[in-house]
């Protein structure tokens, strides 16, 4: 069965200061990777994606992930945080499960916190 | 504007008495799905569905219905709520080229459900 590990529950950074979110996967054959950023009362919103090519992936509000095919990790970084990136963020993976379908698996989130 | 509407945002109600959350998007949409978002247990899929009068089983289907009779509404309907379907939940669309689709989703803005 396919899986997404968010190793830590909460990442603390100061503003100003480069932030990276952890994420690891496993799954069958080439995975589709997604981040998603959730706020406060809101449901979650499409950052970026990785699907084949390169293996940086640049998204929305300055966010880029890396794809690591030997790592099977796929981390979420941003060179400079601000304070309106504190949020609760998942990273998700989709892929084919032994059944043939595809399936659609989050991870269980990380609250970033930027401190002024 | 493109969104995903649920309705109602909040509801507080007791153990049996049958409730139906509604989902309606405005993408002309293929794909749509239920999500519940517990913590420390991210997303899990509760029921999907590939398009008209097409829906599946998630991970978590268990005490839930679906249906899908047009393109746009999927409503989630809960025939006899117990306590342990208190939860945060999500509809989500996207468009859908297959089971196979890399396109993000689409969320609306969750809806919190108090069974007592």
């Known amino acids: 069965a396919q899986s997404v590990a968010q190793p830590e529950d909460q990442v603390n950074v100061a503003e100003g200061n480069p932030l990276t979110v952890k994420c690891t996967y496993s799954v069958s054959g080439n995975p589709y990777l997604f981040w998603y950023v959730q706020y406060p009362n809101r449901g979650l919103q499409f950052l970026l994606k990785?699907?084949?090519?390169?293996?940086l992936v640049k998204g929305s509000y300055g966010f880029e992930a890396e794809f690591n095919k030997s790592q099977t990790s796929f981390h979420l970084k941003k060179p400079s945080a601000l304070v309106s990136d504190s949020a609760l963020y998942f990273c998700?993976?989709?892929?084919?499960?032994?059944?043939?379908?595809?399936?659609?698996?989050f991870g269980k989130g990380t609250k970033l916190s930027v401190i002024p | 504007e493109a969104q995903v509407t649920q309705n109602p945002r909040y509801l507080i109600t007791v153990t049996g008495k049958k409730l139906t959350v509604t989902c309606s998007q405005n993408m002309n949409h293929e794909y749509m799905s239920w999500y519940r978002q517990d913590p420390g247990l991210g997303l899990r899929q509760i029921y999907y569905?590939?398009?008209?009068?097409?829906?599946d089983k998630g991970d978590v289907p268990e005490g839930y219905k679906v249906s899908r009779k047009e393109k746009r509404n999927f409503p989630l309907i809960l025939e006899s709520p117990s306590p342990n379907q208190t939860s945060l939940y999500f509809c989500?669309?996207?468009?859908?080229?297959?089971?196979?689709?890399?396109?993000?989703?689409?969320f609306g803005d969750g809806t919190r459900l108090s069974i007592l």
């Open positions: 569905s590939m398009n008209v009068e097409v829906t």
């Open positions: 989500a669309s996207s468009l859908s080229t297959g089971q196979g689709s890399n396109q993000p989703q689409h």
């Open positions: 990785y699907i084949t090519g390169d293996n």
């Open positions: 998700a993976v989709k892929g084919k499960s032994g059944a043939g379908s595809y399936q659609l698996t």
